[in-house]
């Protein structure tokens, strides 16, 4: 006999049982439906990318999170595990372009992997689901992208949520402005980031320490948390920097798109404090935040004109968004919003089987249900009644159907709902129509 194996997955990824999967699988529905309201249709790439696709395109911190792969003993092309499903996109436009029709509008859900330290919210590997549309240069298209957020989150019925918007050139306008270097506005990227986990202080320490004038800093991180309600903030930087400003049109056209869309003022804000850390991002950018219970955000993207150019001779405007399922998920599961009747199996109906002699009638009417759309299970064992009807309680089944030698030769089937043990005899021509009943009153 071989060495025992104790059973254990690698830290940073799960296992996930049925009851967990219908959950699961009710978020990525639902996003899935708006997805396809708005005409974005789905593609899929492999896990494995090129190193050099990968590389050279998130930035510094980021990558030092990818995984990389060693395949046998080649290293002619070394892999890396894919980090998110954007640059896998930009690959996929520059491959396939003469295929695509643009504007071209795709959907990606997909596992991505990430060399992070596991904590509450955090995993190695994770589910993405991305929403992009390539070939449109417009504020519409952002805009686009921010009501579908919305409407999103209200269907997974968020109560209360907060779309954080902000523009990458017009923070580099406002370092310009405060006296920042060029060449160290990397660095006002990579520390104002972090102003959620490390505060304004914080912020404001980590830039001096790189090197930039402390009357600069000042400057910056003021600006950075001017405030005012909803897109009066835009003019408060606008009196200060100036109304020309690159990045401020672009943010004043959204404002005025989400109005016209009816997109209530509390359910987005201009925060130049955020920053979305990646490198690729050239326009406005989005992270919707739940604050409680606080798991940071839950979706993010923004706008990436020039990623695609690093893929083919010249780039395509872009803009997406990415919902962070693994958070969503775990929100849903604090603030229990999934709907009563997701429970803990697809199964609505157990058939009974008292011997061997009556399994073939309850393979028949198994099938009569199936064949109504109801989703049936046959005891499979060899058990006393009483036994599978706890099987059924215990997996949670809704309705059992339970025909015995006397109700096969009477042509009936009793009906019973193991919720409030209503029970039902039914003859088998109304089984279905029966069956659906029960389950409708549930």
């Known amino acids: 006999m071989s060495k025992f194996v104790a059973p254990r997955t690698p830290k940073g990824f799960r296992d996930f049982l049925p009851e967990t999967m219908l959950r699961r699988s009710y978020v990525l529905d639902s996003i899935k439906e708006v997805f396809h309201l708005y005409g974005f249709e789905p593609i899929d790439t ?28 080649s290293r002619r092309d070394p892999l890396a595990m894919r980090y ?48 992009d549309t390539v070939g449109v240069a417009s504020m519409s298209a952002d805009a686009e992208i921010v009501i579908m957020m919305v409407q999103i989150l209200r269907r997974l019925g968020f109560p209360q949520f907060v779309i954080k918007i902000n523009h990458r050139q017009l923070l580099v306008a406002i370092g310009e402005f405060s006296g920042v270097p060029n060449e160290q506005l990397p ?42 309600p909803g897109s009066n903030s835009l003019e408060l930087i606008a009196k200060t920097v100036g109304d020309d400003v690159k990045g401020l049109d672009d943010l004043r056209q959204l404002a005025q798109l989400l109005a016209e869309a009816s997109i209530p003022p509390e359910n987005f804000d201009f925060d130049f404090t955020m920053v979305r850390g990646l490198g690729y991002y050239t326009g406005p950018i989005f992270e919707t935040v739940i604050s409680e219970p606080n798991l940071g955000s839950i979706s993010g993207g923004g706008r990436y004109d020039n990623l695609i150019g690093m893929f083919r001779r010249q780039s395509l405007p872009t803009t997406g968004t990415s919902f962070g399922i693994e958070r969503i998920i775990d929100l849903m599961n604090e603030l229990a919003l999934y709907p009563p009747h997701l429970g803990g199996t697809l199964v609505q109906a157990l058939v009974t089987v008292f011997s061997d002699e009556t399994r073939r009638e309850s393979t028949r009417i198994a099938h009569q249900l199936r064949q109504a759309g109801i989703n049936t299970e046959v005891y499979l064992g060899r058990r006393k009644l009483g036994r599978q009807l706890a099987h059924a309680d215990k997996k949670g089944i809704p309705i059992v159907a339970i025909a015995g030698p006397d109700e096969i030769e009477a042509g009936v089937v009793k009906l019973r709902r193991l919720r409030d043990g209503e029970e039902k005899m039914v003859d088998l021509k109304k089984l279905a129509q029966s069956a659906g009943e029960l389950l409708a009153d549930r």
């Not at 930009?90 to 071209?104: D, I, K, M, T, W």
């Not at 320490?209 to 991180?221: K, L, Q, T």
């Open 84 to 131: 998110d499903l954007t640059v896998p996109l930009a690959r996929v436009v520059g491959q396939y372009e003469s295929q695509l029709n643009l504007p071209f509008k795709r959907y990606h859900i997909a596992p991505v992997f990430r060399g992070e330290r596991p904590q509450r919210g955090r995993y190695r590997e994770f589910w993405q689901c991305d929403a």
């Open 46 to 73: 492999p896990i494995l990318e090129l190193h050099e696709t990968l590389f050279g395109k998130y930035g510094e911190d980021a990558e030092q999170l990818i995984f990389t792969a060693q395949h046998g003993r």
């Open 187 to 228: 660095d006002l990227y990579r520390s104002v980031d972090k102003f959620d986990k490390i505060g304004a202080d914080g912020v404001k320490r980590e830039l001096i320490e790189r090197g930039i004038d402390s009357d600069a800093v000042s400057r910056m991180m003021d600006l950075i948390q001017s405030k005012e």
